[in-house]
């Protein structure tokens, strides 16, 4: 088995579409087995809410559980407030530094080869981690514009993220995110080095093991660090080699908790609550925005009742969705055991001991 595993920028639609889903749409079954459709709301009742922002029923359910899932998630977390550590960046610090002074230089390495950091992220297995990569510096000469920066993804040695830079020897942010998932991430962020680049390390001190071969740096609890120069062609690593110098570049990055990939993790317990929460969504639409703006005026919404008693109907039935939002949450929460994880928990306690729902 591979020692490392990568995960680039979470992205919850991939969580809560397997949590909840919409019959007659031709999507994937969520693994929950758990549809919208089981509490009265279907293609038909969607499809004669939509107004223009919406081309069809599903945009509207889709757009109405991602705000449900937010909600959700925000609930969750501030129900467990108590017993989450408050300062959720964990280590921040730049990764590189010129070894001397910017004259000092290291030779190009030529056409067709890349250099730059390798990152290796270690959460122990325990702590869900993102890996924030704040922002990049290229210490080359500012007539080099535009420069391809790879990021790869070591485990497979696939490309997974292209960005460009844009003047040598200035900061550029970057903002990408990298989650870890209680697993190991192995990333390299590299740049075809067809120029001189001033002598840059990974860290202050010694970079080479006992037996003089280039070792990692440790800059934190959980992240490993060493120059690296490879081959590409264009989508895979083709060779690479750990080398002691970075090329010229430069990196700042935090460590910071996870708290959503957390959720998703604990995804089929909050499925039933991100059902009520979703319809309770879509209801407060076909009470509010729907009757004025929808679209297809010549479907009447629930034939054969007049409009108060339309509006009560569907008041009626938000109601009862938010109670059971109300109760399937209370229910969830209160057994619910906490990640063994020091790092971004004070605790493990059971929650039903701090947690009271109104």
């Known amino acids: 088995m591979l020692p490392f ?7 919850s639609n991939m969580c809560i579409e397997s949590l909840l889903g919409l019959r007659g749409c031709g999507t994937a079954e969520p693994s929950t087995g758990l549809y919208i459709d089981d509490l009265g709301i279907n293609t038909t009742f969607l499809g004669q809410l939509i107004t223009d922002q919406y081309d069809q029923g599903l945009e509207l359910f889709e757009a109405k559980r991602e705000f449900a899932w937010r909600k959700l998630s925000s609930d969750v977390l501030t129900r467990l407030s108590p017993m989450m550590k408050s300062d959720t960046v964990i280590e921040g610090k ?3 530094m010129v070894l001397t002074n910017y004259s000092n230089v290291q030779t190009a390495l030529g056409a067709g080869n890349y250099g730059g ?22 210490a080359i000469a500012s007539t080099n514009t535009n420069v391809p920066v790879l990021i790869f993804d070591m485990t497979t040695g696939k490309l997974i993220d292209t960005i460009t830079y844009l003047t040598g020897g200035l900061d550029q942010y970057l903002g990408k995110t990298f989650a870890s998932a209680r697993r190991k991430l192995d990333i390299a962020i590299v740049y075809e080095m067809s120029m001189n680049a001033p002598k840059f390390i990974t860290k202050k001190g010694s970079c080479l ?3 003089g071969g280039i070792r990692e740096s440790h800059i934190c609890p959980f992240v490993d660090a060493v120059g690296i120069e ?3 062609d264009g ?10 110098y970075t090329a010229g570049m430069s990196v700042n990055y935090n460590v910071n908790c996870d708290r959503q990939g957390w959720l998703c993790s604990i995804g089929g317990l909050m499925a039933l609550p991100l059902a009520y929460a979703t319809a309770v969504e879509i209801y407060n639409y076909a009470l509010t925005v729907s009757p004025n703006q929808r679209v297809n005026t010549a479907v009447v919404v629930n034939r054969g009742q007049n409009k108060t008693e339309l ?3 569907l008041m009626a039935a938000r109601d009862i969705a938010a109670t059971r939002y109300g109760e399937e949450l209370g229910a969830m929460l209160q057994n619910m ?4 994880d020091a790092h971004c928990w004070d605790c493990r306690k059971n929650i039903k001991y701090v947690t009271a729902l109104p």
């Open 337 to 340: 055991r906490l990640p063994d």
């Open 117 to 138: 950091i390798r990152l290796k992220i270690d959460p122990n297995n325990l702590a869900y981690l993102n890996f924030y990569l704040a922002d990049i510096n290229l």
């Open 235 to 244: 989508t895979n690593v083709l060779t690479s080699a750990n080398s002691k």
């Open 5 to 11: 595993l990568f995960i680039f920028v979470k992205n």
């Open 311 to 313: 509006q009560e109907g």
């Open 230 to 232: 490879l081959t590409t």
């Open 94 to 96: 730049r990764v590189g």
């Open 209 to 211: 093991s006992c037996g």
